[in-house]
Each structure stands twice: as structure tokens, then as C-alpha cells.
């Protein structure tokens, strides 16, 4: 126990934690077989979307993402970066080792992709380096929460 | 109804295949997009998805209320080009095909004049020859 505590110390000091830029919806994070594991939204105006249309739309999302890749007209297949529609934007970063991290934000955010890697990297610290997580599972830590939130409030 | 490339390096396995996956894909990525939207309440709308893009390539969107879909593939790095596509719609399409009295709704494009008209105006677009 008192290990995990000291682990948890050491990385607060050296997360770089900056405002995440206002106008981020919610975030989707996607493990490689194409189940959600991680919701969240910041948005106090919009009602957050039922859980199970979430689920749906993560999974839908995974193939869609895998077809648009195989589309492309020149070069190795990757999938969806970014999509534009008219009363949001949708950014998706996919990991290297499969998992899409997907932030839904207005139209008038810039920069979201060093936002999500800035969440990849509190992923990496604080959900991958808990020795009670299995990979693919639901994410349930209440670090990466707390620091999810200094990242959207700033505080 | 229509198609024609320029600019392609990579030529497709099918074409009718191809065609049939861009078909499936966007049918289920703009209801995805309508059930997505925040303080919408799911319905589905014709403004919905407007441009998706990946690292190799970006495409673009336009649907009319009369349920007619054009689609341009370009460069990632082209801003929107969805008045171009407007554009086509209203100046091109309109004229050649709606005004065709051969032409039926819903049949293959024939017409040499929309062909030409629209390789010209897509050549005539400022980044069509950027790479």
C-alpha cells in the first residue's frame, strides 16, 4: 500500500498539467477490441448521452474507423484522425498499442490532438501503472479522474 | 451515380466494392454523427457530418434535401470543401443533369458536358495541383 501512495507522488511532480483548451465535450476511450472503457463528460451544458447509446456508438465508431483506413487512396491505411460536423468535432488518437483515445469538443477548439496526448500520457501513468488494472478492462481509477479534471479546470 | 479520379495513386482491388464500402461507411458514420451531437436529440439532419479526415487523405461531404450525395476525396491538409461541393451541386449537376430532359433521376450520369464542366471547375480549385 504504501508503495502505490509513493508511486502516485512521484508522478504528480513531473505530469505536465495545462488548461485544456474550453468547449471539450467528452472524452471516449476504446480499447483494441472495440469496447469502451473509459466516459467522461465535462460539458455542464449538454445531458450526457445515455450509457448504452455511449457503448453503441464507441463500438460503431471502432469499425468505421478500421473502414475509412482501409479507403485510402494512397499509402499504408490509417484511420480516422479527425471529423468535422456542424455542431461538433471529433478528434481520435490511436495508440500504438491499439487503443483510440476520442474527444468530442465545439467546432471552435484548435489543439485537441496534443490534448489527447497529454491524456495518453496520464493514461500511461496513472491507469497502466496501477498494479490493480487489468488491460481492457473498465477504467476505474480515482487518480486519472482527479487529473482529468486539474486538466479541464486548470485548478 | 458518377465518378471519376484524378490525381489517384493507389488504384482499388473492385471499384464496385469500393464504391459499396464508401456507401456503407457514410450511411452509418452520419447516423452515428446525428445520435452524437450534443443538445441534439438524435435526429437525423442533412448538415450532419461534414468532412472526416485520416493521415493519408480527407473527405469531404455534401448531402441536398433531395437525398443526392457528392463526395470529394482530397489531400489531408485541404480546408473544407464544402461549398466547392455546393457549388458543383448547384452550378454543374443542375444544369447538365437536372435540366437534361434526357436524363432520368437516379440513372448513371452520362452527359460529356457535366463531365467536362466539372473536370474543369475541380482543376480550377486552388489546391488541386498542390501536393
Given at each position: 500500500w504504501s508503495l502505490l501512495v509513493y508511486l502516485g507522488e512521484v508522478n504528480s511532480k513531473h505530469t505536465r498539467t495545462s488548461r485544456m483548451p474550453a468547449g471539450c465535450l467528452t472524452l471516449f476511450i476504446i480499447n483494441k477490441a472495440g469496447g469502451l472503457i473509459y466516459t467522461r463528460h465535462f460539458s455542464q451544458e449538454h445531458a450526457p448521452l445515455p450509457v448504452n447509446e455511449c457503448l453503441r456508438l464507441a463500438s460503431t465508431f471502432h469499425s468505421m474507423h478500421a473502414i475509412a483506413g482501409n479507403l485510402t487512396p494512397v499509402g499504408p491505411p490509417t484511420g480516422i484522425e479527425t471529423l468535422e460536423a456542424d455542431t461538433f468535432r471529433l478528434e481520435c488518437y490511436q495508440t500504438p498499442t491499439g487503443i483510440k483515445f476520442l474527444m468530442l469538443a465545439e467546432p471552435?477548439?484548435?489543439?485537441l490532438d496534443t490534448v489527447l496526448k497529454q491524456i495518453y500520457s496520464l493514461y500511461s501513468d496513472y491507469v497502466l501503472k496501477n498494479a490493480f488494472y487489468e488491460l481492457d478492462m473498465p477504467i476505474q481509477c480515482d487518480l486519472f479522474n482527479q487529473k482529468l479534471d486539474v486538466l479541464v479546470n486548470g485548478k | 451515380l458518377y465518378y471519376e479520379d484524378w490525381n489517384r495513386q493507389k488504384k482499388p482491388k473492385s471499384l464496385p466494392e469500393e464504391q459499396k464500402l464508401i456507401f456503407g461507411l457514410l450511411f452509418s458514420l452520419k447516423h452515428t454523427v446525428c445520435a452524437m451531437?450534443?443538445?441534439?436529440?438524435g435526429k437525423m439532419t442533412v448538415d450532419g457530418l461534414q468532412s472526416y479526415a485520416t493521415s493519408t487523405y480527407r473527405l469531404h461531404y455534401f448531402e441536398t434535401a433531395t437525398g443526392l450525395r457528392f463526395i470529394l476525396i482530397t489531400n489531408?491538409?485541404?480546408?473544407?470543401l464544402r461549398e466547392c461541393l455546393r457549388q458543383v451541386y448547384s452550378g454543374i449537376y443542375v444544369e447538365?443533369?437536372?435540366?437534361?430532359?434526357?436524363q432520368s433521376l437516379g440513372t448513371p450520369i452520362t452527359s460529356t458536358y457535366f463531365a467536362q464542366s466539372l473536370t474543369k471547375y475541380i482543376r480550377g480549385l486552388p489546391y488541386f495541383l498542390s501536393t
Amino acid at each position: 500500500w504504501s508503495l502505490l501512495v509513493y508511486l502516485g507522488e512521484v508522478n504528480s511532480k513531473h505530469t505536465r498539467t495545462s488548461r485544456m483548451p474550453a468547449g471539450c465535450l467528452t472524452l471516449f476511450i476504446i480499447n483494441k477490441a472495440g469496447g469502451l472503457i473509459y466516459t467522461r463528460h465535462f460539458s455542464q451544458e449538454h445531458a450526457p448521452l445515455p450509457v448504452n447509446e455511449c457503448l453503441r456508438l464507441a463500438s460503431t465508431f471502432h469499425s468505421m474507423h478500421a473502414i475509412a483506413g482501409n479507403l485510402t487512396p494512397v499509402g499504408p491505411p490509417t484511420g480516422i484522425e479527425t471529423l468535422e460536423a456542424d455542431t461538433f468535432r471529433l478528434e481520435c488518437y490511436q495508440t500504438p498499442t491499439g487503443i483510440k483515445f476520442l474527444m468530442l469538443a465545439e467546432p471552435r477548439v484548435t489543439a485537441l490532438d496534443t490534448v489527447l496526448k497529454q491524456i495518453y500520457s496520464l493514461y500511461s501513468d496513472y491507469v497502466l501503472k496501477n498494479a490493480f488494472y487489468e488491460l481492457d478492462m473498465p477504467i476505474q481509477c480515482d487518480l486519472f479522474n482527479q487529473k482529468l479534471d486539474v486538466l479541464v479546470n486548470g485548478k | 451515380l458518377y465518378y471519376e479520379d484524378w490525381n489517384r495513386q493507389k488504384k482499388p482491388k473492385s471499384l464496385p466494392e469500393e464504391q459499396k464500402l464508401i456507401f456503407g461507411l457514410l450511411f452509418s458514420l452520419k447516423h452515428t454523427v446525428c445520435a452524437m451531437r450534443p443538445g441534439g436529440d438524435g435526429k437525423m439532419t442533412v448538415d450532419g457530418l461534414q468532412s472526416y479526415a485520416t493521415s493519408t487523405y480527407r473527405l469531404h461531404y455534401f448531402e441536398t434535401a433531395t437525398g443526392l450525395r457528392f463526395i470529394l476525396i482530397t489531400n489531408p491538409n485541404v480546408p473544407s470543401l464544402r461549398e466547392c461541393l455546393r457549388q458543383v451541386y448547384s452550378g454543374i449537376y443542375v444544369e447538365y443533369v437536372t435540366k437534361n430532359p434526357l436524363q432520368s433521376l437516379g440513372t448513371p450520369i452520362t452527359s460529356t458536358y457535366f463531365a467536362q464542366s466539372l473536370t474543369k471547375y475541380i482543376r480550377g480549385l486552388p489546391y488541386f495541383l498542390s501536393t
